[in-house]
């Protein structure tokens, strides 16, 4: 209940050890807490559509979204404190908390997702609440990923198992493959700092200890949804920002995992496919009197990408 202000003045006062249990003690109960709030989701959910004409259970889970708002506030502000690259030694619960927390999102955002559907009548008792916990979730979520973020390659070794950053990684995935149609940023931020954990300091603890094909395959289904999108109607300056950027993605992890794919093998040659059609009609269009996005028929987003990934499939390392 200290005000951050207040935490911030005094930081100076602690010693390293103290800040540690701290914060050693704060991530084990935020495991526990986040872990139960997800959890509560989906129990509310059953109740409310068994009974939604219930003004009772409306205030019930008005209530009990007002709490799960202030949570995601407190998460916010404490991972917002946490510089993992002031601390002398992090505390191991850390991952644990993190991983806890983006499952709780996935939970919050899914929850808003369905909401119409799960208040039926009672809708416009919650509706103002489940937009500022929107709103709050994805604050909090900015947090939580720059603290996981800022972990350095050598605290990483020192202080977690790759069980615990394979845990996280699990929970990022789930985070950015399942809100997508919901609010593409947010798909964006979570992919952003996934493939920053599979690709570049942690990658020796990584290598082998997770579901490679899984996670492809899921990238893959998102660049299709896109691509489908973008062949039905040409697409936005923004549709083409995000659709280069998850073939930027693909080709990263192709790059760094090639050697332990194989269940999505058919999923990536058919998206390729797909590519193929989709630089095709674009270009098609660009020669009639139909509208036309420029940025989609750029050189760099009709060659690039697809070269890239081309090169990388027809490499002696990829096909080894």
Not at 147 to 163: E, K
Not at 277 to 305: G, I, Q, Y
């Amino acid at each position: 209940h200290v005000r951050q202000s207040e935490l911030l003045q005094r930081q100076s006062s602690f010693a390293d050890s103290d800040v540690a249990s701290l914060a050693q003690f704060i991530s084990g109960r935020v495991a526990r807490v986040c872990q139960g709030v997800g959890e509560f989701f989906a129990c509310l959910e059953v109740r409310m559509l068994a009974e939604s004409d219930s003004p009772e259970c409306g205030a019930e889970a008005a209530s009990f979204l007002r709490d799960a708002l202030d949570l995601t506030g407190s998460l916010q502000k404490l991972y917002s404190l946490i510089s993992p690259p002031a601390l002398s030694r992090l505390p191991d619960s850390l991952l644990v908390g993190l991983e806890r927390a983006f499952r709780l999102f996935v939970a919050s955002y899914l929850h808003c997702q369905r909401s119409t559907k799960i208040y039926g009548s009672q809708m416009q008792q919650v509706s103002a609440i489940l937009g500022s916990l929107f709103k709050a979730t994805y604050t909090a979520l900015t947090a939580c990923i720059q603290c996981l973020d800022s972990i350095d390659s050598q605290q990483m070794r020192d202080y977690f198992s790759a069980d615990d950053l394979s845990a996280v990684t699990y929970a990022l995935t789930a985070l950015a493959s399942s809100v997508f149609e919901l609010e593409p940023r947010i798909t964006v931020t979570a992919w952003k700092s996934l493939i920053r954990t599979l690709s570049e300091s942690h990658i020796c603890l990584l290598h082998d200890s997770v579901n490679i094909d899984d996670i492809v395959a899921k990238l893959l289904s998102i660049t299709r949804q896109m691509m489908g999108q973008i062949i039905q109607t040409g697409g936005s300056p923004q549709d083409a920002k995000i659709f280069s950027f998850f073939v930027k993605c693909l080709v990263t992890l192709l790059t760094e995992y090639h050697s332990q794919l194989s269940a999505c093998l058919s999923q990536l040659f058919y998206t390729l496919a797909m590519l193929r059609v989709l630089f095709r009609r674009l270009a098609d269009r660009s020669t009639s009197d139909e509208a036309v996005n420029p940025e989609l028929l750029s050189a760099k987003l009709r060659s690039s990408p697809l070269v890239a990934v081309e090169r990388l499939l027809g490499s002696a390392a990829f096909a080894q």
